[in-house]
């Protein structure tokens, strides 16, 4: 019987400091590169996939308080000042075609999740705010749906990296797939929307 070196599982699942604040800063980058690039951090210094998930989810509870006041502050002055009011309509209209590209009708739980998951958390949490949705609820239903796209894009940098072997590869590859792919949907979803409208 072979003896599983304790230590190796010991790193894995409880690294350095050093190491997993490295990996959170890049998850904390505000555009997507961040989790590719955490990912590629994470799995080199040999974190454990639980502790590269946990920290991911450390950086969307960071997001969310420090993006709740500004949101707060910006729902408060939009109904005060009228200019900001209209941009507020304006924006209330737009997370409705969201909403309604999503689930059809009505800002339910998975409507607002899939919001988050396609768009970002600070839209997901806006649109949930806009539904009257508090903070423990709202930013929940923002971080689920962000939680399912880093598994999604976690999992497609592993398997590509794997390929390719080539981080700097893997991060081009995985970047222009994620400007890429959803604006090559919302084209195919406009294309198709006309086509419903006469039978509807």
Known sequence: MTNF???TLWYGLFPSPSIMLSVLKLFLVPVGGGIPAGVLLAQAKG???PVTTLLYLV???VLAIAFEPVLRLIAMLCGKVPFLARI???MKSAAARSVSHFSG???GPLALVMIAFGVDPMTGRASALAAGHGFVAGWA???AGDMLYFAVIAVTTLRLNAY???PDTTMLLVLGAMFI???LIRRIRSRRLPARTPGA
């Open 181 to 183: 792919v959803p604006v």
């Open 105 to 107: 009708t009505g800002a």
């Open 59 to 61: 950086s969307d509870v």
């Open 164 to 166: 390719f072997r080539d």
């Open 5 to 7: 070196p304790l230590s």
């Open 141 to 143: 239903f923002a971080i």
């Open 47 to 49: 974190l454990a996939w």
């Open 88 to 90: 507020s309509a304006l």
